[in-house]
């Protein structure tokens, strides 16, 4: 295990380099040609002058030359500014949940860049202060109003996991009572949308503390990148824009150079440096000050779900609408809608009821925040005690279980769950679904993004699954009922579900235990069963949220009857473990198709109420997509040039 070594320096591949004789080998095979590029095939057949030029050109030299357009594209940011002004200071919407969570739909429904812009300024940024800080750690309030821009700065780029190895430090002088902020190598850079000129910006930065020769933990600190003009401060380097096709912003490598910090800008939580340097920390050893300074990510695990149920509101309202009024010419019914296709229902029908799903479920997410008591003394103000029984949990995966499993959680189910729906969205309205004006692009980009983001979805799985195995096993579930179109079907088949994956994983696990396996070698052979124990005990979270409030009973009941599409389309989902378990038939699963017709058929003369109620603003849109006349309206958003006669 020597070559997983903590350092800045590259750690020798897993798989060797093959040897050259074996690579022409497995080229021609596959391709059925000698081993030999295609630059190298041109250029011999061109003159050496253009034969380098063409070179140039395809390995991107040229083209990455070319000023990058995001580097002066200040549209977000000014966006926000102007939202801001109509704002309470950025500490006082912080402090109010259900102002984040609106702000969080509405940010992501108009522009996908833009949330992204809002949640790094009030949430991580301005809430790192409103959490950790003190009232002078921005003296100027320059991000009350979003007068400077404010990110956060976490993700180092050169190592996996970097939340639990952060190599950034920000070292103590006693004498000074400064900081000296440093990335020790390029491995150590951090990463966020920094690179746009012009514009005065902070950053609360995660780096080690480290006092003397001891390590401290890891706190935030908050910087200036740039000054009032936007001109970099000395001592903070920031790279060219790197693109990110699915949210366009000026993306940046960030590095510092020995950058003397004040200690105003130390987000000390509480915590408190000696004359000698000897820290004071009341949250306790470095692990719990790591939980502290990530907590920020309660409060963006918390109304993210709100943004992206918003965004699966809209794109299955949308599609709906499209396939409720595009006519097919297959010969089977020339001239008839698409969505009188059963696998058109079963998509988009199927997306209306994962959107009333995921509504539920954001709100369950939300009030699982607000209603956590407040944390341990020495917390900042707003800080809330992690959600969810056994709290704290061991930092294995990552360090989001740790924080709050539940928010975490809440925060995987809804971007994943979202991605997947927009993406079937957007392949269901055909070529409609890629324009950009339709907005689906848009919103699918930024579902995907955050299945990394803010959070690594698999790593939060993996962590679900292996603190459920850890835990003693809980009592079975009563039996679901019998017929799958009942609402309550799915939450009893899921529970079920995840109790059986529970206890098998739990059995391998102390298997494995048994002949001394520890550690990676431990729990490698584990990996795939604790992923699937944390997406199945995410859907439970879901189909616990969905049910809350249904009324028992009421067949005929339009929301009882999504809630059992929704229960239908995740178990086709999960068809594989609930045979592996034996908790379907291959008959019953052959059934599913059947149960969703119905329901289908049921939901068919409400679906206009219920669209209207999933997302109220779907016919206000500026979306061509959701027209009643799709052509017309797409014909009308578009700027037209006529030949001349």
């Given at each position: 295990m020597d070559q997983f070594e903590r350092t800045g320096k590259p750690v020798e591949s897993l798989a060797t380099k093959p040897t050259t004789n074996l690579t022409e080998q497995l080229t021609e095979r596959l391709t059925g040609n000698p081993a030999e590029s295609l630059t190298a095939k041109l250029t011999a057949k061109l003159t050496e002058n253009l034969g380098e030029r063409l070179a140039e050109l395809l390995t991107g030299r040229r083209l990455a030359a070319e000023p990058h357009p995001l580097a002066d594209d200040l549209s977000a940011h000014l966006t926000l500014r102007q939202l801001a002004a109509t704002l309470p200071p950025a500490a006082e919407v912080f402090a109010d949940p259900a102002l984040l969570a609106a702000l969080?739909?509405?940010?992501?429904?108009?522009?996908?860049?833009?949330?992204?812009?809002f949640l790094s300024h009030y949430i991580l940024c301005a809430g790192s202060v409103a959490l950790l800080g003190s009232p002078d750690a921005d003296p100027g309030g320059e991000l009350a109003h979003a007068h400077a821009k404010g990110s956060f700065l976490v993700t180092e780029l050169g190592d996996a996991s970097s939340h639990l190895g952060t190599r950034t430090t920000a070292r103590f002088d006693p004498v000074a009572r400064e900081f000296t902020l440093h990335t020790p190598d390029l491995r150590a850079a951090k990463f966020s949308s920094v690179a746009a000129r012009g514009l005065p910006q902070k950053a609360a930065v995660c780096a080690r503390l480290i006092c003397g020769d001891r390590d401290s933990g890891v706190f935030s600190f908050l910087v200036d990148l740039t000054d009032e003009r936007g001109r970099r401060v000395p001592g903070v380097s920031i790279s060219t824009p790197i693109t990110l096709d699915a949210l366009p912003l000026p993306y940046a490598a960030v590095r510092f150079q020995h950058l003397r910090l004040p200690y105003r800008s130390w987000l000390r939580d509480g915590a408190t440096l000696a004359a000698d340097g000897t820290l004071h920390d009341p949250v306790g050893g470095p692990q719990a000050r790591l939980r502290r300074t990530l907590g920020v990510g309660q409060a963006l695990w918390a109304t993210l779900p709100s943004a992206m149920a918003?965004?699966?509101?809209?794109?299955?309202?949308?599609?709906?609408?499209?396939?409720?009024?595009?006519?097919?010419?297959?010969?089977?019914?020339?001239?008839?809608?698409?969505?009188?296709?059963?696998?058109?229902?079963?998509?988009?029908?199927?997306?209306?009821?994962?959107?009333?799903?995921?509504?539920?479920?954001?709100?369950?997410?939300?009030?699982?925040w607000t209603a956590a008591p407040p944390a341990a003394d020495g917390a900042g103000a707003g800080t809330r005690a992690a959600a969810g029984p056994g709290a704290p949990h061991a930092m294995t995966f990552s360090p989001w279980a740790a924080v709050d499993p539940s928010l975490a959680l809440h925060k995987a189910l809804a971007t994943r769950a979202t991605a997947r729906l927009v993406g079937e969205c957007q392949h269901r309205c055909g070529v409609s679904g890629f324009f950009a004006v339709n907005r689906l692009s848009g919103y699918l980009g930024l579902a995907r993004a955050f299945e990394n983001a803010g959070g690594d979805n698999t790593l939060i799985l993996l962590d679900a699954g292996r603190a459920q195995a850890e835990q003693p096993p809980g009592p079975v579930p009563p039996p679901p009922p019998a017929d799958p179109t009942d609402p309550a079907w799915w939450p009893g088949t899921v529970a079920t579900l995840r109790h059986r994956l529970a206890v098998e994983l739990r059995t391998d696990l102390r298997?494995?235990?048994?002949?001394?396996?520890?550690?990676?070698?431990?729990?490698?052979?584990?990996?795939?069963?604790?992923?699937?124990?944390?997406?199945?005990?995410?859907?439970?979270?879901?189909?616990?949220?969905?049910?809350?409030?249904?009324?028992?009973?009421?067949?005929?009941?339009?929301?009882?009857?999504?809630?059992?599409?929704?229960?239908?389309?995740?178990?086709?989902?999960?068809?594989?473990?609930?045979?592996?378990?034996?908790?379907?038939?291959?008959?019953?699963?052959?059934?599913?198709?059947?149960?969703?017709?119905?329901?289908?058929?049921?939901?068919?003369?409400?679906?206009?109420?219920?669209?209207?109620?999933?997302?109220?603003?779907?016919?206000?849109?500026?979306?061509?997509?959701?027209?009643?006349?799709?052509?017309?309206?797409?014909?009308?958003?578009?700027?037209?040039?006529?030949?001349?006669?």
């Open positions: 969080s739909a509405a940010t992501a429904l108009a522009d996908p860049p833009l949330y992204q812009t918003a965004l699966a509101a809209r794109s299955a309202v949308l599609s709906w609408r499209f396939s409720a009024t595009r006519r097919s010419h297959g010969s089977l019914a020339p001239g008839a809608p698409v969505l009188a296709y059963r696998t058109q229902q079963h998509a988009v029908i199927g997306a209306l009821a994962e959107a009333f799903a995921l509504r539920r479920a954001a709100q369950a997410a939300l009030g699982c298997r494995h235990q048994a002949d001394g396996a520890t550690g990676l070698t431990l729990w490698n052979p584990l990996l795939d069963q604790a992923l699937r124990l944390g997406e199945v005990a995410a859907q439970a979270l879901a189909a616990d949220a969905v049910t809350d409030r249904l009324v028992p009973g009421d067949a005929h009941d339009p929301l009882s009857a999504l809630a059992a599409l929704h229960g239908l389309v995740q178990a086709r989902r999960l068809a594989g473990p609930l045979l592996a378990t034996g908790l379907l038939t291959p008959e019953a699963v052959r059934q599913l198709p059947t149960a969703m017709d119905r329901l289908c058929d049921q939901l068919a003369p409400v679906l206009p109420a219920i669209a209207e109620a999933l997302d109220p603003g779907a016919t206000q849109a500026d979306v061509p997509l959701g027209a009643p006349d799709y052509p017309a309206a797409l014909v009308a958003a578009l700027d037209w040039s006529r030949g001349a006669r």
